[in-house]
């Protein structure tokens, strides 16, 4: 299914067999190398050096499934943010922006997370249910802010950021990243900042 129709493996559900499959490779070891410790040296050699690829790929930068960039949202909001910045995020289904606030919580504690609606754990759901920027609830939130973050999808368009507009804010300032683009939108902006930084 995943080689014909659309990739179902993720390579995370290798931390769950890995154990089994550790065990399976030494039993078939000790078979093929028994009591030729040379063999044995070069078999493991290779077991290493072929799994090593994997293991280096999903400890770089992108190397969370689908390439997520949830450390890279982290870094730019918590360099360049103030206590008291407001935050809002964008959600496509298959692309939860606010794991990046759950994955990272450090760099948006000091933001205040002005869509904010029902708690996951009472929306039985994974993650939370976000309130749309022009409810009027929200509307009475941004209007404490002075400067809104906005992280959106870059495939996907952004409602969040034309609420913002439509309330006032004018975007500032943008990180394109992997697979998401922060937003700085200020409220005393007049124009567009030829910023547009590609990470």
Request: proline share 0%; no cysteine; glycine share 0%.
């Given at each position: 299914y995943s080689a014909l129709v659309s990739n179902t493996y993720q390579p995370r559900y290798l931390t769950y067999t890995a154990p089994g499959l550790g065990l399976l490779l030494g039993v078939c070891l000790v078979a093929i190398a028994r009591g030729r410790s040379r063999i044995l040296t070069v078999l493991l050699t290779v077991l290493a050096l072929s799994s090593s690829t994997a293991y280096v790929t999903q400890r770089s930068l992108y190397g969370k499934p689908g390439g997520a960039d949830y450390s890279?949202?982290?870094?730019?909001v918590k360099t360049n943010s103030r206590p008291q910045d407001c935050v809002a995020f964008g959600f496509t289904a298959d692309k939860p922006l606010r794991a990046a606030a759950a994955a990272r919580p450090d760099s948006f504690a000091a933001l205040n997370?002005?869509?904010?609606g029902l708690p996951a754990a009472y929306a039985a759901q994974?993650?939370?249910q976000d309130l749309p920027l022009d409810s009027?609830?929200?509307k009475l939130r941004l209007a404490a802010c002075t400067v809104l973050w906005v992280v959106v999808d870059r495939t996907a368009p952004s409602p969040v950021v034309d609420a913002a507009q439509r309330q006032g804010f004018t975007i500032d300032q943008k990180w394109v990243l992997n697979r998401s683009i922060v937003i700085r939108i200020d409220r005393k902006s007049t124009r567009l900042n030829s910023s547009h930084i590609t990470i």
């Open positions: 890279a949202i982290a870094r730019v997370d002005v869509a904010a994974l993650w939370s009027d609830e929200v």
